[in-house]
Structures are given as structure tokens and as C-alpha cells.
């Protein structure tokens, strides 16, 4: 068993607490405004200001960290999360309906910053020799976030009012933003002059630079952009399928699977945390694709099924999928030169949250036309498709070279 230092254990701790009250957050978000004003369409604009404030902290997280310290930028957005979400507990109730938009916009800019500087530091606070596992145990942490946080938002709305799980979700950002200050790094990314609009397009050079010399990374950035939008239509589908298989039940089933999908996500990181143990780059890139076969596959085929034994089955496949999947590109991608590290995290962030924003419009529309398994089908199927070509390509590619080459 690896035993980690003092800056990996902190890491962990930090984003495990940031998941769970994002988590609870969102939770709490979604059932207040739909609650409180028995109004969808409000629902519906908190979540698209959430992903708007995704996509624009995509875009500044190059600047925040080039600007400030990474563990003091980590630790004043996990404060300014605890301000903008304190508001709904002293702000009068009336104006919550016109703050919480506002909210949503920040928390997103605030979560996809956070991620991306995380991820992008790592490498910087532990060393490469166990980087993988700690990759996985972040991943562990996130899944049982997801488990915890929402059965724990449900049961403190249920017994003590919106306003306790606010408050809930506001520790835990501070809990955070504390364990980041604890990390130690003699090689933290301070820079002394502030970034220009020369430097930003000099960074972007770097990073196409990159890509270029691996096409295979490029490969990896298109096919999350496309497995994204399938993300968004199984996360519109999660409710709509539930419904189909216990129309008297339908909440208690969608916890269900999102429970099964969860374990499904930690057992397949702790897998590939095992496999990937001193493994090169290449190997890396294998296992990605091979997570998003599975995970798609998974989708696909629990979204045919009308029983819930079966369903689950399938999710679990689908999650062992997404945990290969997820820790096996980002330890890839911090295995990049340090100068394009941070912005190819934020290309990722920008990536995942427009397709994931672009999807849940597209996928809602669709599943009003389609049972859910065509839908989850052709959203899924886009990337086995696009992975499939490639590999074939590659195969004739490899048949037709020359001996001698």
C-alpha cells in the first residue's frame, strides 16, 4: 500500500471536501429555486448560468494562476465560493430568485478554476513516482462525493431547512481552501509580472506546439469534447429512465443509480491506478479509449433495459469505464511540459463545460422525440464511432507501410 506525504494527503482532502460541497450545493440550488418558486424555467437558467460560469473560468484560469500564487488563488476562490453561497442564508428571501443566477455564475467560474489549478499543480506538489495514485484516490473521492453529498443535502433539507445545507456547503469550501494553504511547494508557479495579451498567445503557440508533436493528445481533447455531450444526455436521461423502470418509485431508483454508477466510477480508478503503476505515456492514451469504449458501451445498453437489476449492471460497467477513463487522461495530461500545463487543463475545462452546456440543450430536445435508448445511443455512439475510425485507420495504416520502415 503506498503511503502518501503530507502534500498528497492534503490535496486529497481539499478536493474531496470541494466535490462534496459542490455536491450539496447543487442539490440544495436546484431544490430550492424549483421549491421556492415552482417555476422550471428558473431551474433551467441557474444550471445554464452554472455552465456559462464554467466556460468563462476556462478562460481566466490561466491568468488567476500567472497572477497569484496557485495555493493562494485555490484558497481565495474556495473563499469567494463561501461569500457568494453565505448570501442565501442573510439576504432576505425575496431576492433570492434574482441572486441565485448571479450565484450559479460564480460558483461555476470558481469550481472549473479550481479543478483545472488542482490538476494542473499536482505534478508540482507530489512526486511523479506516485502521481497516478493520488490521480485515483481524487477520483475515489469525487465518486463517493457525488453519493454522499447528495444523500446528505436531501436528509439536512429534509430535518433542518435549506438553510443548514447552505451552511453546510459553505464549510466545506472552507474546509478547502484551509487544507490548500497547508500544501508546501518549492516549485509553486509564481510569476513576478503580470500576464499580457502577448504571453497568453505565446502560451497558446506552446500548447498547439504540443499537441501537434502528439497527435494522439489532440485525439484524446476531441473525443472528451464529443463523450461530453454524451455525458449530458445520460444526465438528462437519469431521471427520465428511472421513470420508465418505477414509475411509483422513479426518486428512489435514480438514487440508485447514480449509488451503482458511483461504485462503479471508484472501482475503476482503483484498477487503473494498479495498471498504470510505471507504465509510459502510450500506455496512458490506451487506457483512456479503452475507458470510453467501456463507459459508452455501459450507457448504451443500461438505457435498453427495463428492469432495474439489469440497468444497474450495465451502470456499474459504465462506471468502471469512466474511472479508467478520467484518471488515465489527466495523469497523461500533467505528464506535458510544465509552461503548457495549466492551459491545457483550462482547454479541458472549456471543453468539457460547452460540450456538456451544448448537450444538455440538444439531448433535451431529443429525448422529447426519442425513447431514451435512441437517444443515449446516437449521443453515445458519436465517440465510438469517431474512436473506431481512428483505430482502423491506423491498423490500415500500419498494414500498408513498407517493411523497411
Known sequence: MTTFPRNALLAIAARGASDFGGFVAMVAFSSYIYISTNNPVNVGIFLTCRVLGGILGSFFANLIFTWIKSSSALFFLNLLRFIAVSGLIWLPPSTHVYTLPIIGLLTGVCNTVFTAGVNSQLPEWVDETIL??????????SGIAIVTGSLIAGLIISFLGFHAVFGTACMSYLLSGMLIVGIKSNNENIVLKKSSPGSIRKDITKLMRVLKITPVLSLMLI???????????????????????EPENA??????ILAV????????????????????????????????????????????????????????????????????????????EKSVRLLLFS???????????????????????????????????????????????????????????
Open 223 to 245: 473525443t472528451t469534447l464529443v463523450d461530453t455531450l454524451g455525458s449530458a444526455s445520460h444526465n438528462v436521461g437519469f431521471p427520465i429512465l428511472s421513470k420508465i423502470i
Open 132 to 141: 497516478v495514485h493520488v490521480n485515483g484516490y481524487m477520483s475515489v473521492i
Open 251 to 256: 426518486a428512489a431508483t435514480m438514487g440508485y
Open 261 to 336: 454508477w458511483a461504485l462503479g466510477q471508484i472501482t475503476g480508478a482503483r484498477i487503473i491506478v494498479s495498471i498504470l503503476k510505471k507504465k509510459t505515456e502510450d500506455y496512458m492514451e490506451k487506457a483512456y479509449f479503452f475507458g470510453v469504449i467501456c463507459m459508452s458501451f455501459g450507457f448504451i445498453f443500461a438505457f435498453w433495459q427495463s428492469s432495474l437489476v439489469f440497468s444497474l449492471i450495465f451502470f456499474i460497467i459504465a462506471g468502471l469505464g469512466d474511472g479508467i477513463a478520467e484518471v488515465s487522461f489527466v495523469t497523461r495530461a500533467q505528464r506535458t
Open 347 to 405: 482547454t479541458i475545462s472549456f471543453m468539457q463545460q460547452s460540450g456538456f452546456g451544448i448537450g444538455m440543450l440538444i439531448s433535451s430536445f431529443v429525448f422529447s422525440l426519442l425513447p431514451p435508448g435512441y437517444v443515449v445511443s446516437i449521443f453515445h455512439g458519436v465517440p465510438l464511432i469517431m474512436i473506431g475510425y481512428f483505430i482502423l485507420r491506423k491498423v490500415l495504416l500500419i498494414k500498408t507501410k513498407p517493411k523497411f520502415i
